[in-house]
T-cell receptor, first 116, second 114 residues
Framework: AQSVTQLGSHVSVSEGALVLLRCNYS??????LFWYVQYPNQGLQLLLK??????LVKGINGFEAEFKKSETSFHLTKPSAHMSDAAEYFC??????????????FGTGTRLLVSP | DAMVIQNPRYQVTQFGKPVTLSCSQT?????MYWYQQKSSQAPKLLFH???????NEADTPDNFQSRRPNTSFCFLDIRSPGLGDAAMYLC?????????????FGPGTRLTVT
């Protein structure tokens, strides 16, 4: 069964600094991978997805992630943090390749704190 | 804009008093999901509908039920809420066709049980 590990329940950065949120996956087949962001008392918003096309995936709000099969990783980065990036970030994996139903398995989340 | 709508955003119910949460979508997606998210935890899938086909997760308590009267609407019924059912409930949709991968989430309903 697939799983996702997010290292670090909290990550703190200064405004303007590099953001790096770590995600490692486990899957018996090539997976689909996702990063979602959740602001307080809100639903989840898709930041970006990997679906076996380009290994470097660009998303919204300046975020990007690189799929590295050799490291089973899909880390999320942003060159320069903004105060508005403060939120909870979830990495998720799905390996449902032949059906229309995508069961997402979420990591435990990483709270990004951005200080002025 | 096409979207997933959840009402109400905040719901307070009493211990043991049935409660219904609603979700509607204008995306015309085939699949609708219900997730439970407790504080500082990841969302946990309760069940999903693929069109009219209902699929329950193995560990979803019997206390939780769902209805999907048409493509646009899906309801979550909690028959006898306990204090442990206090959580954010998230509805999501997806197209349901091969090659469509992402789920679209509503803003959630925060349930408080008193």
């Amino acid at each position: 069964a697939q799983s996702v590990t997010q290292l670090g329940s909290h990550v703190s950065v200064s405004e303007g600094a590099l953001v790096l949120l770590r995600c490692n996956y486990s899957s018996s087949v090539p997976p689909y991978l996702f990063w979602y962001v959740q602001y307080p008392n809100q639903g989840l918003q898709l930041l970006l997805k990997y679906t076996s096309a380009a290994t470097l995936v660009k998303g919204i709000n300046g975020f990007e992630a690189e799929f590295k099969k050799s490291e089973t990783s899909f880390h999320l980065t942003k060159p320069s943090a903004h105060m508005s990036d403060a939120a909870e970030y979830f990495c998720a994996v799905s390996d449902e390749r032949n059906t229309g139903f995508q069961k997402l398995v979420f990591g435990t989340g990483t709270r990004l704190l951005v200080s002025p | 804009d096409a979207m997933v709508i959840q009402n109400p955003r905040y719901q307070v119910t009493q211990f043991g008093k049935p409660v219904t949460l609603s979700c509607s979508q204008t995306l015309n997606h085939n699949v609708m999901y219900w997730y439970q998210q407790k504080s500082s935890q990841a969302p946990k899938l309760l069940f999903h509908y693929y069109d009219k086909d209902f699929n329950n997760e193995a560990d979803t308590p019997d206390n939780f039920q769902s209805r999907r009267p048409n493509t646009s609407f899906c309801f979550l019924d909690i028959r006898s809420p306990g204090l442990g059912d206090a959580a954010m409930y998230l509805c999501a949709t997806s197209r349901g066709s091969h090659g469509s991968y992402e789920q679209y989430f509503g803003p959630g309903t925060r349930l408080t049980v008193t």
